[in-house]
């Protein structure tokens, strides 16, 4: 079983960054591609950032590409997302997810994903 816990989060200002991680623990997640969500109240879990195992391959949705940055270190068990230019509308809860197989590509949806955190809030105020 993996557990996984993510911090980082908080209140903001608009423009401002935040570096979330997210940390792993219970077996190696080295091989597994491992991604970030987000949701807020009455919608569906949308997908923001994925990285594959080796961080050989990354994908953003649209509307984080050239703020968002995600990372991982596999010695550590983490992954990390680093957030630029914060919007109002990115605020939500996040969420970090580990895919059950050891996979080359970035599923984007969220029933792809096994293994969830309890996610960190993030508030953008403008």
């Not at 989060?9 to 987000?38: E, H, I, K, Y």
């Not at 391959?57 to 940055?69: E, I, L, Q, S, W």
Request: proline share 5%.
């Amino acid at each position: 079983q993996v557990q996984l816990v993510e911090s980082g989060g908080g209140l903001v200002q608009a423009g401002d960054s935040l570096r979330l991680s997210c940390a792993a623990s219970g077996r190696p997640v080295n091989s597994f591609t491992m991604t970030w969500f987000r949701q807020t109240p009455g919608k569906e879990r949308e997908f923001v950032a994925g990285i594959t195992w080796n961080s050989g391959r990354t994908n953003y949705a649209d509307a984080v590409k050239g703020r968002f940055t995600i990372s991982r270190d596999n010695a550590k068990s983490e992954v990390y997302l680093q957030m630029n230019s914060l919007k109002p509308e990115d605020t939500a809860v996040y969420y970090c997810a580990l895919h059950w197989k050891p996979i080359v590509t970035i599923p984007i949806m969220p029933n792809d994903y096994a293994y969830w955190g309890q996610g960190t809030q993030v508030t953008v105020s403008s």
